[in-house]
């Protein structure tokens, strides 16, 4: 399975992505932020990673709710309005970048960063495939490559975390 979407020109753009698995468009996703009174004082905006993607039968959402140095990120996934699982990432100093989907109805997911823009996708602890960035100032993308056809998981909510991890870790 092959799913890619656009990489924003910069890293705070609410543009909306096209989501295309196999050439199809199969969703539209979007980064977008709170207002500035519902920020906590400590949240810089830039942290603030919030994603909703649409497709013609769903929607998830992926909502912030907590980032620090010390305990990384912690996001809430919803889908068409029902909470479905969390990502979490620990991000320490020392520690690659990393999230973790995790939920009652949903396979464990990992991407990892590994080297060079890359990461890896591990689904229910079997190494899955890679995510990585492409093109420089034009055609920029986001690639995930799925080599594990046995893998169950929508591609519009991989895409969606894929974009948390990206987001997250630049």
């Given at each position: 399975?092959?799913?890619?979407?656009?990489?924003?020109?910069?890293?705070?753009?609410?543009?909306?992505?096209?989501?295309?698995?196999?050439?199809?468009?199969?969703?539209?996703?979007?980064?977008?932020?709170?207002?500035?009174?519902?920020q906590?004082?400590?949240?810089?905006?830039?942290y603030?990673v919030?994603?909703?993607v649409?497709?013609a039968?769903?929607n998830y959402?992926?909502?912030q709710?907590?980032?620090?140095?010390?305990e990384?990120?912690?996001?809430e996934v919803f889908?068409?309005?029902?909470?479905?699982?969390?990502?979490?990432s620990?991000?320490?100093?020392?520690?690659?970048?990393r999230?973790?989907?995790k939920?009652?109805?949903?396979?464990?997911?990992?991407?990892?960063?590994?080297?060079r823009g890359r990461?890896k996708v591990?689904?229910?602890?079997?190494?899955s495939g890679?995510?990585?960035?492409?093109?420089?100032?034009?055609?920029?993308?986001?690639l995930?490559?799925?080599e594990?056809?046995?893998?169950?998981?929508?591609?519009t909510?991989?895409?969606?975390?894929?974009?948390?991890?990206?987001a997250?870790?630049?």
């Amino acid at each position: 399975m092959n799913i890619q979407f656009d990489r924003p020109l910069f890293g705070a753009s609410t543009k909306a992505l096209a989501v295309e698995k196999g050439g199809y468009d199969i969703a539209e996703m979007k980064r977008w932020f709170r207002r500035k009174e519902e920020q906590e004082a400590a949240n810089n905006p830039m942290y603030d990673v919030n994603i909703k993607v649409v497709t013609a039968n769903e929607n998830y959402e992926i909502i912030q709710r907590s980032v620090s140095l010390r305990e990384g990120h912690h996001w809430e996934v919803f889908k068409d309005n029902q909470f479905i699982g969390d990502i979490t990432s620990a991000r320490e100093l020392k520690t690659k970048a990393r999230v973790d989907l995790k939920g009652e109805n949903l396979p464990n997911l990992s991407i990892e960063a590994t080297w060079r823009g890359r990461g890896k996708v591990t689904v229910n602890g079997q190494d899955s495939g890679e995510t990585k960035r492409s093109g420089f100032l034009v055609n920029m993308k986001y690639l995930i490559e799925i080599e594990n056809n046995d893998v169950s998981i929508d591609p519009t909510l991989l895409a969606g975390v894929t974009y948390a991890f990206w987001a997250s870790s630049e």
